[in-house]
């Protein structure tokens, strides 16, 4: 096989890292969009390598040659497929339905999520009239009667914000409108969708998890940057998020997913200082560029060697078909 | 950001009055309402909300001298949605990220921490 396919499968093993690195100088807003953009462009290009290596070892098998109307006298050119191939079929087949495996737990796992959080506020399941009564993306707040403390932004139809009478007691008049301002900005910027591109990503290659944790906590600072231009106090928004999490632990409700790794200070400790800096940090320009560069070199590596890696398969097939393949276009 | 309170959504002050209702654990007169809500709303804007709340069932209100007392009703008619909350939540371990937490959980150290940051008010 040519190394052109291998290289998407290994790049991520780099990109990843850069992409956090870059994220930390970045604000919110642009942290979490790179970090969601290359997610997505990586785990596609691991997903298409497996695809191709997957397909090159099928071809090999007598039934799906004569499927493909091989001429018996070609085959498989050596230089696409060399000696090993069958190994590598094989194990990227493995791999192939392991991700199917891994995605369909991750879409059972968030359909789940979302069913068990629409009953628990007593949503019937949503009629046709319904969501053809629902007028704009007004996010109604809906209260549970709970004492411990817990809000979130519940995505879908009507999107709706949920938090829990011991949350809304917790929390001072001003600091209540920040914690609206918060979950509705993640409702307003559809960062579910941001988040759900990073967990299949993760399902396609290992290397791509950490991804996950670091966008959930971008998000959750670009939601903290909303609310505070729209209370207008960053220091306000930074003890409405202080006194949430206090509050929180005092009540401990379910256990909640993690994340971000607990590294250097938890992420709420991390959103509460950043909202306290007076300006936005000064950012480390030199760091910025240079991981900026690596990571757009490693993208721009991963497309090419991807398309490429396409592109000698279907060179490969076209010769086995018996046709000449330099003449083509 | 510089919108007047009147020019937001509605949805928006809905909420906002909403949360104030339910924070503050007894009925409240539009004019409580006013002070709890803080925003500069004017009395009416809070009144006229808590009407359009009380149409859709959020609230019930009650006489209270000259005017209504507003109180947010449980969304079950037996407080079933309380009950079915906790049972939700004790076995809803989150396993995706669906769900968009204002804050997730904390360490001890986090918590030591976020005494520091905020200056130590319990």
Redesign the interface.
Known sequence: MTLAVWIPLLLPLLAAPLARRLAEQLAPRAAALTLAATAAALGTAALASLGLLAVTGLLHLPYAAALAHFSPARRLPDALTGTQWAPAATAAVLALLLIGALAGRTAHHQLADLRRARRAIGDAPVGLRERLRRTGPATALTVLDDDRADAYALPGRPPRIVATTGMLAALSAPERAALLAHERAHLAGRHHLLLAAAEYAAACHPALRPLRGALGYHLERWADECAAVEVGDRALTARAIGRAALATARHPAAPRPRLAPAAAGGPVPRRVRALLTPAPPRHRRTVRTLAALALAGCLAATAVTTAEAGHDLHRAVETAQGERPAQHR | ?TDSPARR????L???V???L??A?APLTPQQAQD????DLARTTVATILARLHEKGTVARSKAGRSFAYT?T???AD????R???T????????????????????D???R???D??GDQ?
């Open positions: 950001m959504p509605a949805g928006e809905e909420a906002q909403l949360a104030a339910w924070a654990g709890a809500v803080d925003a947010p449980v969304q079950d407080g079933l949605a309380a079915r909350m906790r939700e939540l004790d076995r809803g371990r989150d396993r995706s990220t669906v769900l968009a937490r204002f804050v997730s959980d904390l360490s150290e986090d918590e921490l976020l005494r940051l905020l319990p």
